[in-house]
Each structure stands twice: as C-alpha cells, then as structure tokens.
C-alpha cells in the first residue's frame, strides 16, 4: 500500500525557515511526481509546487519561487519542501501528495499533513 | 490562472438524499482534467474523483462526476453519515499551475 509519511510540527519565528520531510512507503517516488499542497487555517488548498524524483526537476508556484525548494534524496524514496523567510501568512498545513505526471495531475496517496506555526 | 468556483457553499441534507456539488472553470480545461476530493476535519484530503469522471480505488459508485469544459459536478447518491465532509474540486489542465476550489461544505442537516 503506498503511503506517504510526513515529519512532525514546527513552530518557527518569523523570518526564519523550516524544513519538512515526506518519505515514501511501500513504493518508489521514482516514476512519480512529488507535490507540496498547504492549507491554511479554515481555507481552501494551495499548490506550491512538484519536484521529479527521477531527476530532480521542480517547479514553483509563481508567488513561492522566491522562498521555496523543494528537493529529494538519492534513494528517491523521500522529498523535502524548504521554505524560508517565514510570515505569519505561513501558517498552514503542509501536505505533500503525489502523481503519476504533471499532466495526470490529480493527488493519490496524500500525506498525513505537518502543522506549521509561524510567529513573532 | 485558472480560477475554480464552487457551488453551494454550505449545502444542508439527510442521509439518504441526493448531494448534488458544482465546479466552474473561468477557462475550459483540456482533457477535463478535474479532479474531486473529501476532506473531514483533521485528515488529509481524499481522492475520489479524476478525469471528471473516473472513480478512484475503493471509492463506492454513490460518488459519480459528470462535466466537461468549464462546467462540472459531483453527485453523491444515499448519503451516509461517513459523507459529511468538505469536498473539494481541482484542476490539472494546465500542469505548470494546479488550482482547487473553494469547497463545498456537505453538512447534515
């Protein structure tokens, strides 16, 4: 059964970054695309941007190529999502989820979630 | 950008009855690529839907979804208690920018 299993909260201050993990159970990313998504308290889903395990290509949501990476390991069987230069704004949960390509774009399996706080 | 709006916001029925979900594109979607998720509080979102119309593993034939270009909707049949949720609609047409909509409460009323 593929999972997906994310690293646990973070509480960070403001201007600084976090770093989240999402390894891979029972499969390889390697064929697959690995996405970020957050969710912000009470609001609807937001794609940051997918990364090729294979080769290491990403893209990046045009208002998050500032302060995002996104990278994977050599194993191809974890991803991390970086985001630096933290606002209150920030303050979500990240989910990472994963497709067959970037056009078969649609999220299965999705990861447990990693409960961002950001704060002064 | 390709903007997602859900209908109705908040939509109140019983076990039992009919749930009918809105999705529109502000531009066509090419192949219809639509995608429906369920979200319940404190869990991830769900798959149930992609390519408009394709149910995904394990998801029962109560969930169907129906659209084509910019209009799209998802019909559940027989509520259960266990469908209360939000739902959630996303588009992949253009795979350099993946967008969702704002939900759709389904509530029990």
């Known amino acids: 059964q593929m999972q997906l299993v994310q690293s646990g909260a973070e509480v960070k201050k403001t201007g600084s970054s976090v770093k989240i993990s999402c390894k891979a159970s029972g499969y390889s990313l390697t064929y697959r695309y690995l996405h970020w998504v957050r969710q912000a308290p009470g609001q609807t889903l937001e794609w940051m941007g997918w990364i090729t395990p294979f080769n290491g290509n990403t893209y990046y949501a045009q208002k998050l190529q500032d302060r995002l990476t996104i990278t994977r390991d050599r194993s191809m069987r974890a991803a991390y999502m970086e985001l630096s230069s933290l606002r209150s704004e920030d303050t979500a949960i990240y989910y990472c989820?994963?497709?067959?390509?970037?056009?078969?774009?649609?999220?299965?399996?999705w990861g447990q979630g990693t409960l961002v706080t950001v704060s002064s | 950008e390709i903007v997602l709006t859900q209908s109705p916001g908040t939509l109140s029925l019983s076990p039992g009855e009919r749930a009918t979900l809105s999705c529109r594109a502000s531009?066509?979607?090419?192949?219809?690529?639509l995608a429906w998720y369920q979200q319940k509080p404190g869990q991830a979102p769900r798959l149930l839907i992609y390519d408009a119309s394709t149910r995904a593993t394990g998801i029962p034939d109560r969930f169907s979804g129906i659209g084509s270009g910019t209009d799209f909707t998802l019909t559940i049949t027989r509520l259960e208690p266990d469908d209360f949720a939000v739902y959630y609609c996303q588009q992949y047409g253009n795979s350099l920018s993946y967008t969702f909509g704002q939900g759709t409460n389904l509530e029990i009323k």
């Open positions: 989820a994963s497709s067959y390509s970037s056009s078969s774009g649609w999220f299965d399996p």
């Open positions: 531009q066509s979607l090419s192949s219809n690529y």
